[in-house]
């Protein structure tokens, strides 16, 4: 079996997991987590990063949270998010109530790691949708993943701003090189615009360059 078979055998299993054993426990944050293990693959990790440094920024999750721990701790709670009256009283009941149990968090082989990593991501997303107002599609995190955003909080966010709606698809496509010529161009001109607004002493050939390096596909 080769690598790209015993991946894709890995994400079929852990899916699985979520989807059978784990689904009514989580409520529909499995059925997200699913999905995220699904469309996101190799990027997971990076995606984790992506939402917690924008969660943390924008004052969903706290200095010091991790991302796969509060997966573990909503893997084991007894409580759900639709028993809360948002997601943000979610989280805190998963930081201050649920404690984690520390030694059956380390022995995890890296199936159950990546099960955790996709609640965790799944819970922490939602809470930047909730705070933002709006939503904001899978794939706009993972493009931003591929673009290693990992450590730019404020870029990721305003980004988030720039194209919140419909937008983010558009963003996710024009990163994966899916959008037809006008489109593509009518979101380059946008993030040039954006990125214009955050360094304005930049020069227009240097932001035109970094904004057309951003088609990965």
Known sequence: MGLLDSFCSFVSSAVSVISSALGSAIGSIGDVAAKLLKVAGPWLGAVGQVVSIVATLIGVLKEGDNIEELGAKALDSDKK???????????????????????????????EKAVRTAVGVSVAAKGVEEKK??????????????????EKAKEVDTILETFKGDGLKDFADYVDGKLDEDKELQVGDTLVEMYKELDPAARPDDLENKVGNMVTG
């Open 81 to 111: 998010p639709e028993d809360f009256d948002s997601n943000a009283k979610y989280i805190a009941y998963l930081r201050n109530e649920v404690v984690m149990d520390r030694e059956k968090f380390d022995r995890a082989g890296d199936m």
């Open 133 to 150: 107002g709006f939503d904001i599609p899978m794939e706009a995190w993972i493009a931003m993943a591929k673009l290693g955003f990992e």
